[in-house]
């Protein structure tokens, strides 16, 4: 925890991003628009693929970083992010421990089923770095299962065909 507070406060402006972007390592989520860039992001800090249904479908878990002065509001806010855009799950990572409104609002959001997988998730999940650093916790999210690659059909060359390509 230390290490990551350092990392926040460290390197000027940069220290927010840096850390923001070494959080969402963290938890193996992907930066908005898959490159790490600085400026509004409208709610949306980073994201992780999982999927949802048999033919290959991919939903999304929103993830939103936050690094200090965190309150139910947030929640509240990144519940209008997920139905924005239309996504499965919100992930909300925190450097401090959530209070027990924002867990309350969180808990209001429901349940995501996941057909493939057969089980449920919470919609929306707090996840603190100490949980994440200390007890090694990871976002409960479904799994992404990519489509098999089909095999090719075998094609059968008959012997004089063959031969010619060695030209005997």
Not at 99 to 128: F, N, W
Request: aromatic residues 6%; charged residues 25%.
């Amino acid at each position: 925890m230390d290490g990551a507070r350092q990392l926040l406060k460290g390197a000027g402006l940069e220290g927010p991003y840096q850390f923001q972007w070494w959080a969402l390592d963290l938890i193996g989520a992907q930066p908005q628009g898959g490159t790490q860039k600085k400026g509004p992001n409208r709610g949306i800090d980073g994201v992780i693929s999982f999927s949802t249904g048999p033919r290959g479908e991919v939903g999304r878990a929103l993830v939103s970083v936050k690094s200090g002065g965190v309150n139910s509001s947030m929640i509240r806010d990144l519940k209008g992010v997920l139905e924005r855009e239309q996504a499965e799950i919100g992930l909300f990572v925190t450097v401090e421990e959530p209070s027990a409104p924002m867990r309350l609002e969180a808990s209001t959001t429901g349940v995501y089923h996941s057909d493939p997988s057969g089980r449920d998730c919470q919609k929306m999940q707090i996840l603190t770095i100490a949980e994440l650093l200390e007890e090694h916790r990871r976002p409960d999210l479904p799994l992404l299962v990519l489509p098999t690659y089909q095999r090719a059909e075998r094609v059968e060359k008959k012997a004089a065909e063959q031969a010619e390509l060695f030209g005997e």
